[in-house]
């Protein structure tokens, strides 16, 4: 992986990468970065989930609190699935969850007549099961309210604590612009280039971005790269570990010379949604960009969308809203913030230059409108269109000072609600140009 550039402060570009990937602007330019470092080692990174509601004790789906250390969401759903024995779209969770860390999240397992009791002990070096319990429904993305972070910045100094403070008030006064973190674009930071290919259906583009994407990678990954070059499929698929699945289904398929169309297709619509997603995130950082460029991400203008942080309801502004009193005090509150797009044929559209700005930011990714619509018919419900607020409150937020065997550290905690990423605020807080590192996703 490409390895953090310098640290930037200030309004500037903050990364040497993709735009749609990386921020522009930080919210807290005015106070100075702490620099530093996190993910050392998992410890230095705790997520509780808050889960939407709890099991009643009866239903066809076990629900598990599992505890998980250096292991990826879609990892952790595998180690389930194997373990219980059903196929990985039996199990369920309500977000992801960053990989170097220790993360407490539920998952549910589909298992029709059948008690915690009746499996074996899972046992596991990096999964263990807290509780197990029953419910009628499958957990599914989104079904949490949100998440309790407690992370350790390293190499910053504790002479730094006054710096992260500052910017902490800042975001918790403001909001945090909820853009998608380097860990929604994967490894190579171009999943989304992964959901441009499968939208415009690509699928040979699609795969060689899986396979041989540009850049440094793992010895393995990139030995594995060299032998699908040379037409080696499966000597590439050997190369690789088990962990990899999605790279040695693609490879799986290639060796019995299966069509690339239909080795796409066999995939798991939870990873082909993932790769969707990732598409629609970097249109939706183009457009947060751009209010922040100009200043109202926390105002609201005629032509938005805007978002009720309370039922995730939207409604249309019009110039009167906007000139209504009321409006300005609901925005600081956070009861209403504007929203972006997560586009869709079907997404609800905004109005005016709103909506112009939102179309561009899609046909600057390379899709137009007439493809989405033709991906909607050809693929059913693998996309889904939404809106999503383009600020998030920060609450009970915690800052100290420390030293453990490690070093010295300094230590924010904070609640997120359900679909922002922690890591966004410690850009903000350490403005450190980042890279993905190793994370599957920021919590959700």
């Known amino acids: 992986m490409n390895e953090a550039a310098q640290p930037t402060t200030g309004g500037s570009p903050v990364r040497d990468t993709d735009p749609h990937v990386a921020p522009a602007l930080y919210i807290t330019s005015d106070v100075p970065g702490t620099g530093g470092a996190i993910k050392q080692r998992p410890e230095d990174f705790l997520v509780d989930e808050t889960a939407a509601y709890q099991p009643s004790g009866e239903g066809d789906h076990l629900y598990l609190f ?13 180690v389930l699935a194997g373990h219980f024995g059903v196929p990985p779209d039996s199990v369920g969770f309500a977000g992801m969850k960053d990989r170097v860390a220790i993360t407490r999240q539920l998952f549910s397992v589909y298992a029709p007549g059948k008690k915690p009791e009746d499996f074996p002990r899972l046992e596991h070096d990096r999964l263990q099961i807290q509780w197990a319990d029953r419910h009628a429904n499958k957990i599914r993305l989104g079904h949490l309210t949100g998440n309790r972070f407690s992370i350790r910045i390293r190499d910053a100094g504790v002479a ?3 710096a992260a403070k500052a910017s902490l008030d800042i975001l918790a006064q403001r909001g945090v612009p909820n853009r998608f973190g380097p860990q929604r674009f994967g490894r190579m930071l171009n999943n989304h280039l992964v959901g441009r290919a499968l939208l415009r ?5 699609a795969i060689r971005l899986l396979i ?15 032998l699908f070059l040379e037409g080696r499929f499966g000597d590439a698929m050997a190369e690789l570990p088990h962990t990899s699945y999605v790279e040695r289904t693609i490879l799986r398929g290639l060796a019995k010379k299966e069509r690339p169309s239909r080795i796409i297709k066999t995939l798991d619509r939870s990873t082909l949604r993932f790769f969707l997603s990732a598409f629609q995130s970097a249109a939706f950082n183009t457009v947060l960009d751009d209010r922040l460029r100009a200043g109202t991400l926390n105002t609201l203008r005629a032509g938005d969308i ?15 809203i906007v000139a209504d009193p009321t409006t300005a005090e609901r ?4 009861e209403i913030s504007p929203s972006g797009p997560m586009w869709s044929a079907e997404m609800r559209r905004a109005s005016g230059p709103t909506d112009e700005i939102e179309v561009a930011a899609l046909t600057g990714l390379g899709v137009t409108l007439p493809q989405l619509k033709a991906f909607d018919r050809s693929a059913g419900q693998l996309i889904e269109g939404a809106r999503r607020p383009l600020r998030v409150p920060l609450a009970y937020p915690e800052l100290e000072a420390g030293a ?22 410690l850009e903000e807080i350490m403005k450190v140009a980042r890279t993905q590192d190793g994370a599957d996703e920021g919590a959700e």
């Not at 259906?201 to 583009?205: L, T």
């Not at 805007?306 to 009167?320: L, Q, T």
């Not at 925005?331 to 956070?334: E, P």
């Open 404 to 425: 453990d065997e490690h070093g010295q550290y300094i230590r924010v905690a904070f609640d997120l609600p359900r679909g922002a990423f922690a890591t966004v605020v």
């Open 160 to 162: 730094q604590v006054r």
């Open 306 to 320: 805007a978002f009720k942080h309370d039922s995730r309801a939207c409604f249309a502004v019009d110039e009167p």
């Open 66 to 78: 599992v505890e998980k250390r250096n292991l990826s969401t879609p990892e952790a759903a595998r």
């Open 212 to 226: 041989a994407p540009e850049g440094p990678m793992t010895e393995a990954h990139d030995r594995a790269r060299t």
């Open 201 to 205: 259906s690509q699928f040979d583009e």
């Open 331 to 334: 925005l600081a509150k956070f």
